[in-house]
């Protein structure tokens, strides 16, 4: 196991970045909750050919897609990852509980990696960096693999106690965590009651399940992990940034305004990221609505003066 060492984000020394390893149980969840969505999204498309889906299973993607979406992007990334806000404790878990509905990990885990790959991004002890094996075509075909998805099967375990001690402590956080393998049922079987109930049969509550649990995870899953791979790849780079980061326009929409990556590794507490003319940010627009209507506070918006120091061409 490495002892690799970085400024611990509190505390009088550093702690280990990694802290054991996975079991195989969770190990073999991770392969299912990967695999049977992705072979969902490859089933959607004869299913829909043969009338398979309905407007309800439009309606009810798009509404969990909504919801789990920006409880990753608002809640697990830029709330809790980089605090580019304070929310009110009913916010607060509500974001976390959204976000736990994504099948992305539960809040914890997800936050400890998410600050280790800032802390170490794309160099050595970042967990998903695309140049983990080198520059070459080759090696970066292997790395783009093993960023979008190969890194999620490593048995290693992110040290939360060194990356996340303030969730570790935080009564809230912590209960919604352990609560993940409820919250994962309930994101794949909510969508299918709600189908069956509209609908009135079984048949809509199992195109239900296929449309807005599977098909709608599996979307999510590989919008938010191109944002590992294809955005530390390709893609422009209008803002000095330690790393490879870079902005990928067409992920804009289904990404939440995840995608303006450049921007965000420039300038990681920054509450939007997409700061440009036309660049489409909806999780900071939630961000805003949350701060005028009082349940948010303290929100780090850009300034035009450090942008201006950031940027590496004229806005």
């Known amino acids: ?107 914890l885990t997800w936050v400890a990696d998410h600050r280790r790959h800032h802390a170490f991004s794309d160099k050595e002890g970042d967990p998903h960096s695309p140049w983990r094996f080198g520059t070459t075509p080759a090696a970066l075909v292997r790395g783009l693999w093993w960023s979008h998805v190969g890194w999620l099967f490593e048995p290693a375990r992110t040290n939360a106690d060194r ?63 191109s944002i590992n791979s294809i955005c530390h790849v390709m893609g422009d780079r209008p803002f000095t940034s330690r790393d490879r980061s870079t902005n990928v326009w067409p992920l804009a929409v289904l990404s939440m305004g995840e995608s303006w990556h450049n921007l965000h590794h420039a300038d990681p507490t920054c509450a939007r990221h997409g700061v440009r003319r036309g660049q489409i940010d909806i999780s900071a627009r939630v961000i805003w609505v949350f701060e005028k209507l009082g349940w948010a506070d303290s929100v780090r918006w850009p300034t035009p003066v450090r942008l201006q120091r950031l940027a590496r061409t004229p806005a």
């Not at 991770?30 to 004869?46: D, E, K, T």
């Not at 969508?191 to 599996?218: D, E, K």
């Open 1 to 107: 196991m490495t002892t690799l060492t970085a400024p611990a984000p509190t505390g009088s020394g550093p702690k280990p970045v990694l802290d054991g390893r996975r079991h195989r149980g969770e190990v073999g969840l991770v392969y299912v909750a990967v695999i049977v969505p992705m072979l969902a999204l490859v089933a959607a498309v004869p299913l829909a050919w043969g009338r398979g889906l309905t407007w309800t299973d439009v309606g009810l993607a798009v509404g969990f897609y909504l919801v789990s979406a920006l409880g990753v992007t608002v809640g697990f990334h830029r709330l809790f990852t980089h605090r580019s806000f304070s929310a009110k404790r009913p916010l607060r878990i509500a974001l976390a509980v959204a976000g736990s509905l994504a099948l992305q990990g539960d809040v």
């Open 163 to 225: 990356f996340a001690p303030d969730l570790v402590a935080d009564r809230d956080i912590s209960r919604i965590s352990r609560s993940f393998g409820l919250l994962t049922l309930a994101s794949l079987l909510a969508p299918a009651l709600l189908g069956g109930l509209i609908s009135m049969s079984w048949w809509g509550a199992a195109t239900a399940f296929v449309w807005a649990s599977l098909v709608r995870v599996a979307v999510l899953h590989h919008v938010t992990w």
